[in-house]
């Protein structure tokens, strides 16, 4: 299968609490004009049941997409509780095996009060609504268990974001390179452009080259074959 953009994996991108696919459009269309091919994972109506569950669901999409398409290798986006999913996914059920990087947008990894709100009027049949709350056992497993190795994850948050206030750095994220604040409130996560500079920023950064870097002759006390001709004269 070929990319528009070569060398570049497909996004897929994870929406919110009381989203839908469509409030990813902003997103889907700015990365589909710098020539990434874009997956939207829908995860139910309104993201009301449990995250463990949703998350099992965008494993299993990104299963699907291997098998149907060839796409062994995504990069990943979540947004607000879209992210708590994505990151359920990598640390409990092996999602690093499609999944290059990640970015957290948004994404409520201390908690937020404003799950209250859910509470008290869909908390009789949503799970998400008591996961989000900095209490939960949910966020607790959430933030102790590590990072699989080989996933780099960043963070970006808006400084004035009411619904999803500014996380604790995680175990295992850079704090110079993939901890970003900037101003703005929740919805500027996906529509305001410096947010997208910096999520394009990280996922077009090459990878670390995996070779050794060229070593000059006789920088290792390897002498060439100059230096051996005239030691032998």
């Known amino acids: 299968m ?26 889907t ?17 309104f993201q009301l049941r449990s995250l463990r569950a949703s998350a099992q669901q965008l494993v299993d999409h990104l299963a699907h997409l291997d098998k149907e398409l060839g796409v062994a290798r995504v990069d990943l986006v979540g947004f607000s509780m ?11 059920l092996q999602a690093q095996r499609w999944v290059r990087r990640l970015a957290l947008l948004g994404a409520p990894t201390s908690g937020t009060w404003v799950g209250l709100a859910g509470v008290g009027t869909v908390g009789m049949i949503s799970p998400s609504v008591w996961q989000v709350l900095p ?7 959430l933030q102790d268990a590590p990072l699989p190795e080989g996933v780099r994850v960043r963070q970006i948050s808006a400084a004035d974001d009411a619904f999803c206030p500014r996380p604790e750095l995680l175990k295992g994220v850079d704090r110079e390179r993939d901890y970003i604040v900037l101003p703005g409130g929740h919805s500027s996560l996906v529509v305001s452009r410096p947010f997208y500079a910096k999520l394009r920023e990280f996922l077009d950064e090459p990878e670390p080259s995996e070779r050794g870097t060229v070593v000059e002759a006789g920088s290792l006390g390897v002498a060439s074959p100059d230096a051996s001709d005239g030691a032998a004269a």
């Open 29 to 45: 269309q700015r990365f589909q004009a710098d020539g990434r091919v874009v997956f939207s994972y829908h995860h139910g109506t």
């Open 135 to 141: 209490t939960s056992t949910f966020l607790r497993d």
């Open 2 to 27: 070929s990319w528009t953009k070569p060398g570049s994996p497909p996004v897929v991108l994870a929406h919110g609490f009381m989203g839908t696919r469509g409030t990813m459009i902003p997103l």
């Open 82 to 92: 879209g992210g708590l999913i994505a990151l359920h996914a990598l640390k409990f």
